[in-house]
């Protein structure tokens, strides 16, 4: 028996963006996503959205390795993350299930190698994803992530741990969305069609500003890293992928003095999954999310990435 882990993950700053070449700024957070596999004597079937994935994964790893056939194996996963609240559910499953079957094949392989197969299974779930989501889960830390073409995709852990002035990011939320992030990455890619100028600036606007948040992460500038956030909230909103449940929660954290922003694909219809917020004093957040009945999810930042548990 064999039970392995990866972390899920939030966008600091940088998604939809970077689905078009532009940097995007992510950390691996402390709700993970375990699988246990273990040898079988008969097929198990697991629910079909699995079965698919499995089978991709499956016929993936018997073309890279040459192998025939994969022995009989029966998984079990219990996830500590909320599916579709943008922390990057889909990409976890897959790079989780990736290590898992390799490691119960008795392969002993690389992130790279691991990353390259995953990637067709999230590929599955979202058409053509950045691949940002799936490079954090299995990296782990925070990470500075760009994809240049599809064959070329870049990323580097951030050379240094956030200032100590930086206090707690927490996970508010707005609701799942009704979109898919398919759907989400399509909304955008309309735009782009629709309103090239404005999309460019978009994504020029969001590039300086995730180069901003990680100045600031440096250097411990709160006030930089409320204004990236703020600024970069509002470039998101313009995307179309910001519903006004959303906004509406995010204004009033605004009022507070704080900043708040959707990480990963967002929602327009109605949720937009966890809202990422900061603030210089976190506890008037919290006493507002009480107040107003909201769902808050604290979280730890940069934690490790895939690993073997048992
Ligand atoms: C989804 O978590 C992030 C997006 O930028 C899509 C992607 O990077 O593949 C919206």
Redesign the pocket.
Known sequence: MITVSVPS?I?LLG??A??YGKP?LLAAINKRIFVTVSGAEKKKIDDPSLEKLKRIIESTIKKKYRISKIPLYSISISSHIPAGS?L?SS?ALSAVLTFALLTFLGKRVDKSTIFDIAYEGEAFF?G??????LATVIEGGLLWYRKDFEFLKMFTPLPFRPHKNIGKFILINSGKPKES?RE??DIVARLKKSNPKKTKALFESQEELTKQMVKALKSGDENKLINCIRFGERNLEELGVVGEKSQSIIKAIERLGGAAKIN???GAKNGSGMLLVYHKDIKKVLKHVRKNNLEVLRIQIGVEGLRRDE
Not at 128 to 133: H, L, V
Request: aromatic share 0%; charged share 15%.
């Open positions: 993950k966008h998604e939809h970077v689905v995007a943008g990057g990409a979202h053509k994803p950045s691949g940002g989501d992030t989400m990455v990963g694909g967002g």
